[in-house]
């Protein structure tokens, strides 16, 4: 059993009331931060800490706080995503609705920590019943003197608020959910000026992922150094990985950083492997937006290293033969899993949720999609699997925020690593359309 | 609770206007137009599960906006019905994650049982059928939304035996 700091307490009952959390020992970074510490100690600590933000791209929390602008006279803002719609991703969603407490607890410390006045949680319009949830335990803290003016007696004084979005999944980029808390659609900012400089209404702010404010607490409480000490080199602390797809036990897990891959995906304690007694295909390690991997080249590197859940282990290979931890999304295919199909899917939801700002993005995901669509349905021709590779190609590093690396890199990655079940769907229409149908291996291409 | 609207005069209700207030008071005086999320949320809940013109331009005088300024959010977030939709609105996921667990023949499943495609509603008016993006409840698929609520781990039986429920409502 690895260490769990963000999740021990989840099976309590009552672990959303404040009275059971706080029993369980809830709040105590308040107490530590806001009565003993200058918010530059806070910040301190968790630059010691390595944590690194938990939303997908992996940026050092306590650098991107550092960097967060003090001009006199402008108040600074903390905005939580909690906008959680990246495919294969739910454990910001767990974690709320189950302990809603360990965020706002992670709220108050790291706005203190920032110099906030006032807070933002921004939430997907969907989780409007987690969004109740939150309120709620918003409300118990207001009573208790947690929030709002001079908390627990320390003079410092924060309001923290609740906002639903409206259904977008482009309003997770840290600047369209910015637009988006201002009351516009939600198109991305270009960049400069990053959000620490001009932010929330023109404010410096800090966006943060639910995971990484969660995580503050505890670092706080145990210090950076000890936090420091959980994982493997850089990549420190535990992770909540969301795991899905064709395994026996789907769910929110909270690993130490480091765990073998071959354990988190075999072992009883955490997916127990590949459900129906079937064989693993494929996997989507880090949310929809990473590169797709095989099987194999998941459980080792190119050069026969296991790999271990890190950001590190996971990349390594770069895009030839690695993908990335991002967002902890944990998408599992067995061998009965159409590639081709899955691929489609994902562009189709690109090319849906593409704000349309930027040219590259909103054609090329829509190409994208068409050509897949094609090939899927048994109309494609071999021409189309390279211009696949070249729309994606087009499209990647040329938009304004990353939604288009993010819609190109899953189909470069799958024609990369399963070009001959593209090529299979090209050359045996009539049987990759065929309902059921699953490539199987070489022998299906080479037999007409 | 439902209000009757006609061309100009749509109310809301009373309890409607005070949460609308708690959400004004969470933003700066003079940024008003950070409530249009949450209010069109409580406008689709208080008419009817959409928001006709009448209703965004309602929305547009209490954040004193232009109603341009409320139909291009309207019509840009997904989760905001510009057109009438029955009693019951039905969010499916078709996104990967619960394609991989069965989505796809969920959705089939309700086409053929609702007598209607994706995006339309039932023949008797009772339904709508929408398809969504992810969720967040990917390990839990498939899985629908009506309203406020997430259904979980479903299959052909236990959908029917929702929509059975749902009917008898
Ligand atoms: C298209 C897109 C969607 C994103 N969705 C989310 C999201 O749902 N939740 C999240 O925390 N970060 C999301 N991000 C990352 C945010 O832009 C940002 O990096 C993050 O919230 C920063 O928090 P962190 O440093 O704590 O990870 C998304 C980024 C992109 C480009
Ligand atoms: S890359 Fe796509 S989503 Fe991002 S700003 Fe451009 S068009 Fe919008
Ligand atoms: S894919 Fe359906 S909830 Fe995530």
Redesign the pocket.
């Known amino acids: 059993m690895g260490l769990k700091i963000l999740t021990e307490h989840i099976n309590v009952p009552g672990i959303d009331t404040l009275e059971t959390y706080r029993k369980m020992g809830g709040y105590r970074s308040v107490e530590k931060a806001l009565k003993t510490m200058t918010p530059e100690e806070v910040v301190e600590e968790v630059k010691k800490s390595g944590l690194r933000g938990r939303g997908g791209a992996g940026f050092p929390t306590g650098l991107k706080w550092s960097f967060l602008a003090k001009p006199e006279g402008k108040p600074r803002y903390l905005v939580c995503n909690a906008d959680e719609s990246e495919?294969?991703?739910?454990k910001d969603r767990v974690l709320m609705e189950k302990i809603p407490h360990a965020l706002i607890e992670g709220m108050i410390t790291s706005s203190y920590a920032l110099g906030a006045r006032t807070s933002y949680i921004y939430i997907r319009g969907e989780l409007m019943f987690v969004l109740r949830i939150l309120e709620k335990a918003i409300a118990e803290c207001y009573a208790a003197g947690l929030l709002g003016e001079n908390i627990l007696g320390s003079g410092y004084s924060l309001d923290l608020h609740v906002h639903p979005g409206g259904g977008a999944y482009i309003c997770g980029e840290e600047t369209a959910l910015l637009e988006s808390l201002e009351g516009k659609r939600g198109n991305p900012r270009n960049k400069p000026p990053f959000p620490a400089v001009w932010g929330l209404y023109g404010c410096p702010t800090v966006v943060n992922n639910v995971e990484s404010i969660a995580s503050v607490p505890w670092i706080v409480n145990n210090t950076g150094d000890e936090y420091a000490k959980i994982g493997v080199g850089r990549s420190t602390g535990t992770k909540l990985i969301s795991a899905?797809g064709h395994i026996n036990n789907p769910g929110v897990y909270e690993i130490e950083l480091g765990l073998p891959v071959e354990e988190f995906l075999f072992s009883d304690e955490y997916c127990g492997g590949i459900w129906k007694g079937r064989k693993f295909k494929a996997i989507v390690a880090g949310g929809s937006s990473v590169p797709i991997l095989t099987g194999e080249l998941f459980l080792k590197t190119a050069e026969g290293t296991p790999r271990v859940m890190t950001y590190e282990s996971l990349s390594e290979g770069g895009f030839v033969s690695g993908t990335m931890l991002g967002s902890g999304g944990f998408i599992v295919m067995d061998d009965t899993t159409c590639i081709v199909r899955n691929t489609w899917n994902f562009s189709r939801f690109y090319h849906h949720e593409s704000c349309g700002q930027c040219s590259p993005c909103r054609e090329g995901t829509g190409w994208m999609e068409k050509i897949l669509h094609r090939l899927e349905h048994g109309h494609g021709n071999m021409h189309d699997i390279d211009l696949l590779v070249n729309v994606s190609k087009q499209i990647e590093g040329n938009t304004i925020c990353p939604l288009g690396d993010a819609a190109a890199w899953p189909v470069a990655s799958a024609v990369r690593h399963f070009r001959d079940e593209f090529e299979w769907h090209v050359k045996h229409p009539e049987k990759a359309t065929a309902p059921g149908a699953v490539y199987s291996g070489a022998e299906d291409l080479a037999f007409a | 609770m439902e209000q009757t609207t006609t061309q100009n005069e749509v109310q809301f209700s009373e309890k409607a206007m005070a949460e609308i207030r708690r959400y004004i008071s969470h933003y700066p005086a003079d940024r008003k137009k950070s409530a249009i999320l949450p209010v069109l949320h409580i406008a689709q809940a208080e008419f009817g599960g959409w928001v006709s013109p009448q209703v965004q331009d309602k929305v547009a005088e209490i954040l004193d906006i232009q109603p341009i300024e409320v139909y291009e959010v309207a019509t840009f977030y997904t989760m905001f019905n510009l057109k009438p939709v029955g009693k019951h609105v039905l969010e499916v996921?078709?996104?990967?994650?619960?394609?991989l667990r069965g989505?796809d023949h969920l959705i089939e499943h309700l086409e053929n049982r609702l007598g209607c495609h994706v995006g339309e509603n039932s023949s008797d008016g009772l339904f709508t059928l929408k398809t969504v993006?992810?969720?967040?409840?990917?390990g839990?698929?498939?899985?629908l939304q009506i309203r406020e609520k997430y259904y979980e781990n479903l299959d052909p039986q236990k959908m029917d035996q929702l929509l059975d429920d749902l009917s008898k409502e």
């Open positions: 495919p294969g991703t739910f899905s | 996921c078709r996104t990967g994650p619960c394609m989505a993006e992810c969720l967040a409840a990917c839990m698929g498939p899985m």
